[in-house]
């Protein structure tokens, strides 16, 4: 067996949008399963230096790393699949690439040199590849990179990684995941387009050992002999994708196609384990597909008049982090977007959250919608329906709670009114200097930080330790001149900084309210599939209990109206 790293090169084929960031998650969690160290590499193609500056309305979610890399929504795919914590050498863009190479250019790095896209960025990018591989200390290196073969932005990538095939023979694979269109007036699955991209990718040298065909349906013998004759690869490497109900069912799906096994008979290895390491992957997705019973759960968020599309990428993490917790608790998550803005105008009512079992305020920024989103709060304060809370989330609720409960009636955020008298959440002196140099890219509490946790609270149940880390992504925080108030007037900071300066976790006592919880952090970018997080799981558990409860008042009722009639 081969002693040296392998490289596998993912690859979109005809166009994006196909699902190559599953796919390659996919590859890694087998690959793993037989025994291997995998670590999976994100490559994108844009100039953007990381993916913290774009939209995530138009970008999709902006997944934070441990480190407080602002990376892209993939990354959190290959966490939560590959049940990994990933570094900065896992990410690059075009622009993280050309921004090293220009300043080492400027610092005279390249010794009186001409430097230029070949090879000195193709350079910078194999040598990223191979620090990758041996920060990770891993066996086998996933690469994705970002784009469809034929765009000019991911040229340089292709061809750095047609010459580290060069270089070492026999240890490098490229996999391309292309689409087969089944157009409604022919309902026949065509291969032409895909047959074109692998000619395009011929082009620059390259030749596919495996070709993963997404498509509506399941590709028939006669289409997969029909791309491995006009592709050049072998029948058992054109392998089926077919769309599927679960994302999480497209590992178990490969591996009925045998690719794992066939994959490494490629790289010159066999499978490091005869134990299956898809069994507890395997419980997850049938734990998913149990579960029957609904929670209907509300998400009032300001980002929502973009089309249901667009949401459910720019809070991938959080739909995720409530599947998981749902389905190790076999219930089916259904969850209804609101848009805070129409609780402002009079288009909806906050009573219709009356009608759910859990409210979720998830993370966002600016000014729009926010006194919608307090109407909100106060509702599900004042009803007792749980309530979690997530970064602006958390925010607004000790906002809520300082003007409806404190009565400091004009309490905001300086991110809304930075000339309000009250500023119950206000920006930290380090990133208000950063601020003021416009220095936006840098100007956030970014990454992973310590929290100290209070016993007899909801937090401390749920974690069962001291001390936690979580991930953040902002730039207010309560502000301390108010601590005291706020504990004094109920308000329970269940999770703090180890200096005691930051608040990362307000709650309710349970006497006064069955669940209603924020964290300034983002508990959702560190939930796995076989990890649920604890705090959504007990949030979770807290609206299964409230939903009996709600039966138990309900089958009551009929009861009183049953015996008053009799
Ligand atoms: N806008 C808030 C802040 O910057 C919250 C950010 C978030 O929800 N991620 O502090």
């Given amino acids: ?271 490091k384990t005869r134990v299956d390491g898809l069994r507890e992957w395997k419980k997850f997705v049938q734990k998913n597909k149990a579960s029957k019973e609904e929670l209907n759960i509300a998400v009032v968020g300001k980002y929502f008049d973009t089309g249901d599309f667009v949401l459910s990428d720019a809070y991938l993490s959080v739909i995720e982090a409530v599947k998981f917790s749902s389905f190790w608790n076999t219930r089916k998550p259904k969850l209804t977007w609101f848009n805070s803005k129409d609780f402002e105008n009079g288009k909806a009512d906050v009573s219709v959250l009356g009608n759910f079992d859990g409210v979720i305020v998830p993370g966002g920024f600016g000014q729009s919608g926010i006194e919608g989103i307090i109407m909100a709060i106060k509702y599900v304060r004042e009803s007792k329906i749980p309530y979690l809370g997530l970064c602006y989330g958390m925010q607004l609720m000790v906002i809520e709670y300082a003007r409806n409960v404190l009565g400091i009636k004009d309490a905001n955020t300086s991110e809304i009114d930075p000339n309000a008298k009250n500023l119950v959440i206000d920006i930290m002196p380090e990133q208000k200097k950063k601020l003021e140099n416009n220095d936006y890219g840098g100007s956030m509490r970014l990454g992973s930080y310590p929290a100290i946790l209070l016993k007899g609270t909801i937090a401390y149940r749920a974690y069962g330790k001291k001390e936690i880390h979580e991930r953040h992504r902002h730039r207010y925080e309560v502000n301390p001149e108010f601590h005291t108030r706020f504990i004094d007037g109920g308000l329970v900071f269940s999770g703090i900084s180890p200096d005691k300066r930051l608040m990362e976790i307000a709650e309710l006592p349970t006497n006064v309210h069955p669940f209603f919880l924020g964290t300034q952090f983002h508990p959702e970018f560190k939930a796995r599939p076989l990890n649920p997080h604890p705090l959504f799981s007990a949030f979770v558990e807290s609206m299964i209990e409230y939903r009996k409860k709600m039966h138990r008042v309900a089958v009551r009722t009929a009861e009183l109206l049953i015996e008053g009639s009799v």
């Fill in 1 to 271: 067996m081969s002693k040296k790293h392998k490289y596998i090169f993912v690859i979109g084929g005809v166009m994006s949008g196909v699902g190559k960031g599953i796919a390659s998650s996919s590859i890694g969690k087998i690959l793993q399963a037989k025994g291997f160290k995998v670590n999976p590499v994100k490559i994108d193609p844009y100039l953007n230096v990381d993916a913290g500056t774009m939209n995530p309305t138009e970008h999709g979610e902006v997944f934070v790393l441990d480190s407080g890399l602002e990376t892209d929504q993939d990354m959190g795919n290959y966490e939560r699949f590959m049940n990994v914590n990933l570094g900065n050498a896992d990410y690059m863009t075009s622009g993280s690439v050309y921004k090293y190479v220009i300043e080492k250019e400027r610092n005279l790095g390249y010794g009186g040199k001409c430097v230029e896209a070949i090879p000195h960025i193709t350079g910078e990018i194999r040598r990223r590849l191979e620090e990758a591989a041996k920060k990770s200390l891993s066996d086998i290196s996933v690469i994705e990179i970002g784009g469809t073969v034929g765009d000019y932005q991911n040229i340089m990538f292709i061809e750095a990684a047609r010459v580290m095939a060069i270089k070492n023979p026999g240890d490098v694979i490229f996999i391309l995941v292309s689409y087969l269109p089944v157009p409604s007036s022919l309902g026949e699955m065509k291969t032409k387009p895909t047959q074109n991209s692998i000619r395009m990718l011929n082009s620059y040298g390259v030749q596919p050992n495996f070709i993963l065909c997404r498509s509506p349906r399941s590709i028939d013998q006669k289409r997969k002999e029909k791309i491995a004759i006009s592709c050049s690869v072998p029948t058992e490497h054109v392998i089926s994708a077919p769309d599927i109900e679960s994302i999480y069912d497209v590992p178990l799906n490969f591996e009925k196609e045998k690719l794992g096994n066939i994959l490494l008979k490629s790289l010159n290895l066999s499978p």
